[in-house]
Structure formats: C-alpha cells, structure tokens
C-alpha cells in the first residue's frame, strides 16, 4: 500500500528540511573559523584572525542568502534565516549555535493555540463544493472593496473637490460602509466636507425614517405581507449603522416583534424563525437564539440554517464543547443540494467534517 502524504506536509517537511541544512552548513563554517584559531604556536596571528573573520562573515552570509521561501511557510524563508544571520554576524560562535537551539526547542515545546485547539481537532482541507462556495463569497466581498477603496482614497487625500463628490457617490450606495464612511467624513480638516457629510447622514436618515413610516403605516391593517415588510424594514434601519446603540437596540426589538407577528399570521412559513433568531444574536439573547434555532430543526426548509444558527450561537458564546457536540449531530445528516444555498451547504459541510475528521483521529 503506497502511502500518500499531503501536498501542505511535503511542503513544511521540505522547508523544515532546507532550513536545518541551513544551519548545519553556518555551523560547520562557524567551526573552522574558530578551529583556525586555535594554532599550535600559542596566539593566533594577523593572518589567522584574517582568515577567520572571512570564515565567519561567510558563516553568517549563509542564512542571510538563504532564498527558500515557500508560500505557505514564508516565516521560514525569511524572518528566520534573516534574523539568525544578523544575530550570528554580530555575535561570533554563540550566535548561530544559540539560534539553532532556540528555534529547534521552540518548535518543540511551543505549539500555536487557537480555536482549533480548543475545539480540539485537526486543520480541515476544503472540497470543491465548499471551494466553490467561498470564491463567491470572497468575489462579493472583493467587488464591495473595490467599490470603496477608491472612496476611501479620495477621502483619506486632501483634494475638497473630490471629496464633495465621493461623499455624493456614498449617498447614493446606502450601504453600512458607506454610512461608516460618512461619519468618519465629520471630523474631517474641512468645513465644507464636515457640511456636505453631515447633509448626506441627515438625507440617509430621512429617507430611512421615512420608509420605516411608510412601512408602519401598511403593518397597521394586519396583512400578513405588510407586518413581515415593517419586520425587514426595521431591521435594515438597525443594520444600517445610521441609528445609536440605544435605537439600534429598538429597532431590533421591533423587526423580532413583527417578524413574530407574521408567523402569528402565516404559519405555514417557517423562514422568519431564522430572521428571529439572527436578530436575537445581534441582541446577545443567546437563550432566546437557541430556542428559535432549535424550533427550526423541524422544518426541512430550515433544518441547515437552524444547525448553522445553533453553531453560531455556542460560537458566539464561546462553548467549543457545545459546539463540538453539535457539530457531531451535524455530521449524522447530509442535506440534499437544494435544501440551502450554495454557501450554507458548504459552511454545513465544513462543521460536519470537523466532527468526523475528530472522531477519527479518537479512533485512531
């Protein structure tokens, strides 16, 4: 049976590798400068001394030339054998035997922690599906970034006419970055910008309140479509950054009392208890997350949600034994390709791995 390693423990083995002949090379050059030292007549002369400050610029010109530099370990390719030739020039003999120790016993006893050793399990490789998932997610976060970065040039520059422009095009945008922006735009140097940016959050505002109103006054005749618009309605307003904490905090409790409301009125749609429960992290009422995340476990339009929900909600609070619990749950189901979109199936996938990928290693 040919044993198969994977390509990320080939790369690590073989900079690992490298970086020990590395140092295995400096010493020896550090060896025979001072082995030129030590002479049979007594006291080394001036062209001993010469030879072996040669020598030792040489064993120190090994590390600092070093130029394997592997992507997924670049520390390895550089600030390491940079650091150690720096150390070894200016510090003859002890400085590259003391740089070897030290980074050996280091990768022995120290070990990175984070949260994949609190939850107690190994790195995971993603798989096409969940590959495919997350470049959309990452081509939407990339064309909401290009979008801004311009803007936040031009803002951070000190040209007040394109700034008067760039804060007109963040108007438009009515997203949470741009509102971000525009009140970072108030304490700029400028009068003028101040003005212009304190105009476009008081335009945003109006017009906000004005849809909030609008959408109130539909909610009061009791249809179902409009109770669930006012829900949406208040929470765009709360997620939009444009209300303090205390407002936000209102306009949430509201979109969770309409969004209740409308189930009140359609029980058939089971959607809103997702909406329900998000809200409730955004409150931090993690009992109330978990018990509407757990409701939506009966539902099969909203099983993978509730599991991703529940997983949220122990991450949130920071129970990895919870969540390593849940996420073994997880790995007892596997949803059918439409039962979520593309990016829920993946992060489902990504969690139920992780328990499997752990009760093998326990197996082992």
């Known amino acids: 049976m040919k044993l198969s390693l994977p390509p990320s423990l080939i790369h690590h083995m073989t900079a690992l590798a490298l970086l020990e002949a590395m140092f295995l090379l400096s010493m020896l050059i550090e060896a025979a400068a001072c082995r030129v030292l030590f002479v049979p007549e007594g006291l080394p002369g001036t062209q001993e001394w010469l030879y072996a400050?040669?020598?030792?610029?040489?064993?120190?010109?090994?590390?600092?030339?070093?130029?394997?530099?592997?992507?997924?370990?670049?520390?390895?390719?550089?600030?390491?054998?940079?650091?150690?030739?720096?150390?070894?020039?200016?510090?003859?003999?002890?400085?590259?035997f003391g740089m070897f120790v030290t980074i050996n016993l280091t990768r022995l006893f120290i070990?990175?922690?984070?949260?994949?050793?609190?939850?107690?399990?190994?790195?995971?490789?993603?798989?096409?599906?969940?590959?495919t998932a997350l470049n959309r997610s990452l081509d939407d976060m990339l064309r909401e970034e290009l979008a801004t970065q311009p803007i936040v040039d031009i803002l951070l520059g000190d040209d007040e006419d394109l700034k008067r422009g760039a804060i007109m095009l963040l108007r438009r945008m009515k997203n949470l970055r741009a509102v971000?922006?525009?009140?970072?735009?108030?304490?700029?140097?400028?009068?003028?910008?101040?003005?212009?940016?304190?105009?476009?959050?008081?335009?945003?505002?109006?017009?906000?309140?004005?849809?909030?109103?609008?959408?109130?006054?539909?909610?009061?005749?009791?249809?179902?479509?409009?109770?669930?618009?006012?829900?949406?309605?208040?929470r765009e307003y709360a997620q939009s950054g444009l209300p303090e904490e205390t407002m936000r905090t209102y306009y949430l409790k509201e979109a969770r009392t309409h969004y209740q409301r409308y189930m009140s009125l359609e029980k058939q749609d089971h959607q809103p208890l997702l909406d329900i429960g998000y809200i409730s992290l955004a409150l931090e009422d993690y009992s109330g997350a978990m018990h509407v995340f757990t409701l939506a476990l009966d539902y099969p339009e909203t099983l993978v949600a509730g599991r991703l929900g529940r997983c949220w909600t122990y991450f949130d609070q920071r129970d990895w034994g919870q969540l390593s619990r849940e996420t073994a749950a997880m790995s007892a189901y596997t949803p059918e390709p439409g039962e979520a979109d593309d990016a829920s199936l993946a992060l489902y996938a990504f969690w139920a791995r992780s328990a499997s990928t752990r009760r093998m290693g326990a197996e082992a």
Request: hydrophobic share 40%.
């Open 53 to 96: 400050g040669a020598l030792h610029v040489l064993s120190a010109a090994v590390p600092l030339l070093y130029a394997y530099r592997p992507k997924q370990y670049p520390g390895i390719g550089w600030y390491l054998p940079k650091f150690t030739g720096l150390i070894s020039l200016f510090l003859p003999v002890f400085g590259i």
């Open 180 to 234: 971000q922006l525009l009140k970072h735009s108030l304490s700029d140097p400028s009068t003028e910008v101040r003005f212009f940016a304190h105009t476009a959050l008081t335009q945003l505002e109006e017009d906000a309140v004005s849809r909030l109103e609008k959408a109130s006054e539909h909610a009061v005749s009791g249809d179902s479509k409009a109770v669930r618009a006012f829900a949406e309605a208040c």
């Open 111 to 131: 070990r990175s922690k984070g949260l994949a050793h609190d939850f107690g399990q190994e790195a995971l490789h993603l798989g096409p599906t969940d590959t």
